[in-house]
């Protein structure tokens, strides 16, 4: 039976590619942006960086920026990330599926919770501008534990959060090694949120459990549990 259905934060239960799209004019505001450059160039190029490396990192992710001429001056890869992190607390895009969701999974007496690695402030912020801070039973933040995914102590500790053993806890993100490989070597049941569609991963088992959005969750869940969704 699971009791438990924990989610990761970014690319599984907001719109990062919304996000990166309103994000984009403030590159030109804060780079030194190539004459010419359009918004929408930016925009599409960052979205598309960001499914095909994402799981690797945010280095990759600039690197394809500057091979795409984007930048007049390339910034290095500090201020590149530290830019980033303070838009993620100005905008955030929801998706109109997650809070509903969220919603029936505990009406129906499942308990919620979110495992996200970041710090404090810039995670906490999505959370208040995505209207989802009191929607889940245990946060826990990387940043404010001595974990982080996918060290499997930080799933123990959620369960532990929420009164469950690791055994009764679904854990859906969308990283294969962080979220899938991670929660799965912590015993619980993973589920693999199919955002970006890649899996740089071969060595990883692809996990039974698939979906393209979180609102698939509340009926796997109860199909998984033996009752009618």
Same mark, same amino acid.
């Given at each position: 039976?699971?009791?438990?259905?924990?989610?990761?934060l970014? =690319?599984? +239960?907001?719109d990062?590619?919304?996000t990166l799209?309103?994000?984009?004019? @403030?590159f030109r505001?804060?780079?030194?942006?190539?004459?010419?450059?359009?918004?929408?160039?930016?925009a599409?190029t960052?979205?598309?960086a960001d499914r095909?490396?994402?799981?690797?990192?945010?280095?990759?992710? +600039?690197?394809?920026?500057?091979d795409?001429?984007v930048?007049?001056?390339?910034?290095p890869?500090?201020?590149?990330?530290?830019? +980033? #992190?303070?838009?993620? *607390?100005?905008?955030?895009?929801?998706?109109?599926? *997650?809070?509903?969701? #969220?919603d029936?999974?505990?009406?129906?007496?499942?308990?919620?919770? #979110?495992?996200t690695n970041?710090? =404090?402030?810039?995670q906490t912020?999505?959370?208040h501008? #995505?209207?989802l801070?009191d929607?889940?039973?245990a946060?826990?933040?990387s940043?404010?534990t001595?974990?982080?995914?996918?060290?499997?102590?930080?799933?123990?500790y959620?369960?532990?959060?929420?009164?469950v *053993?690791t055994?009764e @806890?679904?854990?859906v993100?969308?990283?294969?090694?962080?979220?899938?490989?991670?929660s799965?070597?912590?015993?619980?049941t993973?589920?693999?949120?199919?955002?970006?569609?890649?899996?740089?991963?071969?060595?990883?088992?692809?996990?039974?459990?698939?979906?393209?959005?979180?609102?698939?969750?509340?009926p796997?869940?109860?199909?998984?549990?033996?009752?009618n969704p």
């Amino acid at each position: 039976m699971i009791r438990a259905a924990v989610f990761d934060l970014d =690319h599984t +239960l907001y719109d990062r590619y919304g996000t990166l799209r309103l994000i984009a004019p @403030m590159f030109r505001e804060h780079f030194a942006v190539t004459p010419g450059v359009t918004d929408e160039f930016i925009a599409e190029t960052i979205c598309w960086a960001d499914r095909q490396f994402v799981h690797r990192g945010w280095h990759e992710i +600039l690197q394809c920026l500057i091979d795409a001429d984007v930048f007049e001056t390339p910034p290095p890869y500090p201020e590149y990330e530290a830019f +980033l #992190l303070g838009c993620f *607390t100005k905008v955030a895009v929801p998706f109109p599926f *997650t809070i509903p969701m #969220l919603d029936t999974l505990r009406e129906r007496g499942v308990l919620t919770g #979110l495992i996200t690695n970041g710090k =404090h402030a810039v995670q906490t912020a999505k959370l208040h501008l #995505l209207g989802l801070e009191d929607k889940f039973d245990a946060i826990v933040i990387s940043g404010d534990t001595p974990y982080q995914k996918p060290q499997p102590e930080i799933f123990q500790y959620a369960a532990g959060m929420l009164g469950v *053993t690791t055994a009764e @806890m679904m854990y859906v993100g969308d990283h294969p090694k962080f979220d899938v490989d991670g929660s799965r070597a912590a015993g619980c049941t993973p589920v693999w949120v199919m955002t970006t569609g890649t899996w740089i991963y071969p060595e990883i088992e692809k996990p039974p459990l698939r979906v393209e959005t979180v609102e698939e969750i509340p009926p796997l869940l109860a199909a998984l549990n033996g009752a009618n969704p």
